[in-house]
């Protein structure tokens, strides 16, 4: 059983047929890794205490966005939880402090990391319904922020909207749910914040910068394989190496099917990207052109890229995503490359950023949707 179902106190159910309800059987002791280390006590209370910091809490989103694996996977979800049960609970009238301060900072760095965008299990999936029933009928009241905060991390971006929500989110709240929601409401944002920055500057100074107008932080890369470096550039050159990239491809293409030659191709594919990741950016049209690039277009019009993913490579193909959508990384080209192997390049979205994408990268891209369209 998980660490997310343990916390729950129940075990992982598929029945769609049940009844869609918040939570509430007290859950056994646990081993909780919400915590660097745990209080000691010396009575055992008849109620369900998980102790939790806010720094293990930064530091578990981190490792899940930097290093992702299993365990993070499950420590991530946990994270999660947790933080959706304290703004369930947490004072109305606190809201906006504690948003500001470091369980503000948190919760953030959850919401712009990958663990949104990954599937939900089911003990999630009922757990997020019954949130979404509670808010739906919560608009206007008290707890209607409470639900909102506690749902959100739930919903990947521009999943979920809220009607009127000038009216129904908070001022302190609205550029966040914006930008991670709805872009129409963002559009609306950034026109009143540049009517007042204009209206605030005098005639000869020019507007200062919406907040939600600043450039964004780059993301993190994944690590896909531990052989880096040197050890990994000689692969480049490598005839042996080479020739295994070329069997495996021709293998997949005749069998699809076969489980032993998926998993090492996917090992394979893993090495490939990370020495797209590490290769210095002004090398990678050269390398591109040589016998490692053929093999590597080749890898990505087999179609592998359509075979599901383990949960650590899901979340690597989800941060290369991010990073390619908005070209702001310094190795942004390097990720564009790497993610062509886990991504179609007809799914391919650069949201406005083709600018910053080299035109001969811009043109191999093109080939290769036209190659995969034949």
Not at 73 to 91: I, K, M, N, S, V
Request: aromatic content about 6%; overall charge neutral.
């Amino acid at each position: 059983m998980s660490l997310l179902s343990r916390l729950l106190g129940r075990r992982h159910s598929t029945t769609s047929e049940a009844p869609l309800a918040l939570p509430t059987t007290p859950a056994p002791p646990v081993v909780n890794r919400l915590v660097d280390t745990l209080p000691s006590t010396d009575v055992d209370l008849p109620i369900e205490v998980v102790a939790w910091t806010v720094r293990r809490l930064q530091g578990i989103f981190s490792q899940l966005n930097e290093s992702p694996n299993q365990q993070a996977l499950e420590d991530g979800q946990a994270a999660r939880l947790c933080f959706t049960r304290f703004w369930l609970t947490a004072p109305v009238d606190l809201l906006e402090t504690l948003y500001e301060g470091p369980i503000g900072q948190a919760y953030r760095l959850m919401l712009s990391g990958v663990l949104p965008a990954l599937p939900l299990n089911a003990e999630e999936q009922r757990w997020k319904t019954g949130l979404s029933q509670r808010l739906a009928k919560a608009f206007g009241s008290h707890e209607t922020t409470n639900l909102l905060l506690a749902v959100m991390p739930y919903y990947d971006l521009n999943s979920m909207r809220v009607s009127d929500p000038l009216r129904q989110i908070p001022e302190w709240l609205q550029a966040d749910y914006a930008e991670r929601c709805d872009p129409q409401f963002l559009q609306v944002l950034r026109s009143r914040q540049a009517k007042r920055s204009k209206a605030d500057q005098p005639a000869s100074q020019p507007a200062l910068l919406a907040p939600s107008e600043a450039p964004a932080v780059a993301r993190t890369l994944p690590l896909l394989s531990e052989r880096r470096g040197s050890e990994a550039m000689t692969l480049i050159q490598d005839n042996e190496f080479l020739g295994r990239m070329s069997g495996l491809i021709n293998l997949y293409a005749i069998d699809p099917s076969d489980a032993e030659l998926k998993a090492e191709l996917s090992a394979l594919r893993r090495q490939v990207a990370q020495i797209w990741l590490d290769v210095d950016t002004p090398q990678l049209e050269d390398l591109y052109r040589t016998p490692f690039g053929q093999l590597t277009q080749n890898l990505i019009g087999s179609g592998f890229s359509r075979e599901p993913l383990a949960a650590d490579e899901e979340v690597a193909k989800r941060q290369l995503g991010l990073v390619v959508g908005e070209m702001s990384h310094p190795r942004a080209v390097n990720a564009l490359l790497a993610a062509l192997l886990f991504y179609s390049p007809k799914k391919v979205n650069f949201s406005g950023s083709e600018r910053l994408v080299p035109s001969w990268l811009l043109q191999e891209l093109q080939q290769l949707r036209q190659r995969m369209s034949a």
